[in-house]
């Protein structure tokens, strides 16, 4: 993959978080009984900063979690022969709790498909909302972000890469050819 261009840098992910958590406290009015699941892989980390800026800001430890959404996938057979599959760690009951789920990248939303119906097995949420870093479009479901970093209108020939210091040793998206 060649890259064409980089479109957030780490300062550019740091103000798209900081961004981010003010809208969560803002829309829910406050993060009482609010939870953020991240979706596994660079969901995770998001969720992990969202959860830091937000006890900075409001003084309050959220419940975090992780969610594999592997066997959730409608995808599942074009992935691999035998998919690997990672823990989801939920320590906590999300009956009656508002969950943000946190993705690093919209584009079709068959993902958060996936997560939806993964979330929906381990309990009923009071509401389940969703923040991404980056929306690029391209949807093939009815789904859209509650809170989103950036949009990025890309061809579908493109790929964007997050790169995040936790998974990647550095802080960066970028637009790439798929080719």
């Known amino acids: 993959?060649?890259?064409?261009?980089?479109?957030?840098?780490?300062?550019?992910?740091?103000?798209?978080?900081?961004?981010?958590?003010?809208?969560?406290?803002?829309?829910?009015?406050?993060v009482d009984n609010v939870a953020l699941i991240g979706i596994?892989?660079?969901?995770?980390?998001?969720?992990?900063?969202?959860?830091?800026?937000?006890?900075?800001?409001?003084?309050?430890?959220?419940?975090?979690?992780?969610?594999?959404?592997t066997l959730y996938r409608d995808d599942l057979s074009l992935i691999a022969p035998q998919p690997?599959?990672?823990?989801?760690?939920?320590?906590?009951?999300?009956?009656?709790?508002?969950?943000?789920?946190?993705?690093?990248?919209?584009?079709?939303?068959?993902?958060v498909r996936a997560a939806l119906d993964a979330l929906i097995d381990f309990g009923?949420?009071?509401?389940?909302?969703?923040?991404?870093?980056?929306?690029?479009?391209?949807r093939e479901l009815p789904i859209r972000a509650d809170y989103v970093g950036k949009n990025v209108p890309t061809s579908k020939n493109e790929l964007i890469q997050v790169k995040l210091k936790e998974i990647d040793g550095e802080d960066r998206v970028v637009i790439c050819d798929k080719n």
């Open 1 to 30: 993959m060649r890259e064409k261009a980089s479109i957030m840098d780490e300062n550019g992910i740091n103000r798209a978080i900081s961004r981010i958590s003010y809208e969560i406290i803002e829309r829910n009015k406050g």
């Open 40 to 69: 596994r892989r660079r969901g995770v980390p998001l969720a992990d900063r969202l959860a830091k800026k937000i006890r900075e800001i409001e003084g309050k430890d959220l419940l975090t979690g992780i969610l594999d959404i």
């Open 84 to 111: 690997i599959v990672h823990k989801t760690e939920i320590p906590f009951d999300v009956t009656d709790v508002k969950i943000v789920l946190v993705d690093d990248v919209l584009f079709t939303g068959r993902t």
């Open 124 to 138: 009923r949420p009071q509401m389940i909302q969703l923040a991404v870093l980056i929306d690029r479009g391209h």
